[in-house]
């Protein structure tokens, strides 16, 4: 489903599984987000898991390589 683009804000994601309070990084499945941070390739933190319920998305304007 698309509703649109979110640039920087609160998501209410119910039951989203996020470990609350830890960085959600880019995952390599197309448009979603993980927990674990990448073992190679390029890092990039795009927002943070701040209850069971929301979370808070503001993509890192950094790239990181893995090497």
Known sequence: QS????LQ?????EGHGFTVGRPLYISTTAGSMTNTAPSSG??????Y???????YFD???TWVAIS
Do not use: L, Q, T
């Not at 390029?42 to 927002?47: P, T």
């Open 59 to 61: 993509p890192d304007k």
């Open 3 to 6: 509703d649109g683009m979110m």
């Open 49 to 55: 898991a701040v209850s069971e319920d929301c979370i």
């Open 42 to 47: 390029y890092a990039r933190v795009c927002g």
């Open 9 to 13: 804000g609160f998501y209410g994601f």
